[in-house]
């Protein structure tokens, strides 16, 4: 199946250093690759990579941007010149494995006049229902407390307040896979470092757990299997064992297997409060260290073709009494279909059957909207990027119906010309 995966943030790209970002979410750019290297968890390729600026390069300058594939470039790259406002590659693919790490650069020359920047691209798995969940920080895990980050973004901060971090699954399915990787090894053996994907605030059974110790500085969980149902609450627990010697960062990466094929999880959440009376905007998956706006242009994050629906929100506490939060995906600064309110005593709230789509390039953000004065909370939040087997037809499900041919001959009719 494939996966669009969203990036972006209001960040200036650099007019004369090569700079780096996460190739989902989105954060600050920064000259090390290494802060910003996401994890893959599942074989497949990553495709139809693509950007948008804020405005033009200028005449005779550019930006070059460019998958990477454990620290060095891949043939996934092209420019935005001139001009141009959007750029991309939708001829070459790239082939990722268990354990690679991804990221996105960029490459200025001319020197272009200084743009704010989205992007996105597609992860093609190899597996039937399965797509990534990409994770990391550039900030220091502590080497003596326990701490919390969240399980999906370009860059979480953590702490020792577990809720703070909560992201919601918007559909059943499995996760599974594993895989974490440090900057160094944790210190002197049995120095160490553990994480946990952690299911409603409590370590399961088959919750996912990585440790790795001193001498290694890469670990997965390819074992357990977390079932998780729409509406569950996934966070991530992060414990030094044995006193570290050693300061690290950490980037990981699971595969999510959906009950449903062609189903991807976008995940996001902010414990920024929510303003009480003005309507604002944030990415929607996340850099957690960012904060809601009024200026929907300073939250767009990069879309292309695929459907967004099962938007699940989670509130910190109630709005209260005769007031509500109304939380609407937005596509290309407009309103979309996919709407879900909280209001009330309520804590949860979800968009149910409510789908639309998005387009190439098409912008991509969450806005919020306040009525009645409602107490301020935080949010958290799930939704669904489905995209359907190539040549579909709606409400046919077998594509042996389209052709009139039973399931049972299919496999004499592959391969005739």
């Excluded at 300058?61 to 959007?86: Q, R, S, V």
């Amino acid at each position: 199946m494939e996966q669009v995966i969203f990036g972006g943030w209001w960040d200036f790209l650099s007019a004369t250093d090569t700079e780096y970002n996460s190739l989902n979410g989105g954060t600050l750019w920064a000259d090390l690759e290494t802060y910003y290297c996401k994890l893959v968890s599942t074989d497949g390729v990553i495709k139809n990579l693509r950007a948008k600026l804020s405005g033009t390069p200028g005449a005779g300058t550019k930006y070059t941007f460019t998958l990477m594939l454990n620290g060095n470039p891949t043939a996934l790259t092209f420019d935005i010149a001139d001009t141009d406002t959007t750029g991309g590659d939708m001829i070459n693919e790239v082939v990722v494995t268990g354990g690679d790490t991804v990221s996105i650069r960029c490459v200025p020359t001319g020197p272009p006049t200084a743009r704010y920047c989205t992007w996105t691209s597609v992860f093609k798995g190899d597996t039937a229902k399965e797509s990534l969940m990409l994770g990391g920080s550039w900030d220091a895990v502590s080497k003596t407390a326990t701490e919390y980050g969240q399980v999906y973004g370009a860059h979480t901060v953590y702490s020792a307040t577990e809720n703070n971090y909560r992201q919601v699954v918007p559909t059943a399915g499995t996760i599974k896979n594993f895989y974490v990787k440090l900057s160094e090894d944790p210190g002197v053996d049995p120095d160490a470092y553990r994480f946990t994907v952690r299911l409603n605030g409590a370590t399961v059974a088959q919750s996912l757990i990585v440790t790795i110790t001193a001498d290694d500085t890469t670990g997965n969980d390819l074992a357990h299997n977390l079932a998780v149902v729409a509406g569950d609450i996934l966070t991530l627990m992060i414990e030094p064992l044995n006193a570290p010697l050693s300061t690290v960062y950490a980037v990981w990466g699971m595969t999510f297997v959906a009950d449903i094929d062609g189903e991807s999880i976008v995940l996001g959440g902010s414990d920024d409060d929510l303003h009480a009376a003005t309507t604002e905007y944030y990415v929607l998956t996340s850099y957690e260290g960012g904060a809601w706006t009024s200026i929907e242009s300073q939250r767009y994050q990069l879309g292309q073709i695929c459907t967004l629906k099962k938007l699940y929100i989670l509130l910190s506490g109630a709005p209260g009494a005769g007031t509500s939060y109304t939380f609407t995906v937005r596509i290309g600064g407009a309103d979309s279909n996919v709407v879900a309110v909280v209001a009330g005593a309520a804590t949860t709230g979800n968009s149910a059957a409510l789908e639309d789509t998005v387009a190439n390039d098409d912008y991509v953000n969450l806005q919020v909207a306040p009525s009645g004065a409602p107490t301020v909370r935080d949010a958290y939040w799930g939704l669904v990027c489905y995209i359907a087997w190539a040549g579909k037809i709606s409400g046919v499900t077998n594509p042996a119906e389209v052709m009139g041919v039973s399931a049972a001959n299919i496999a004499k009719v592959k391969g005739v010309a």
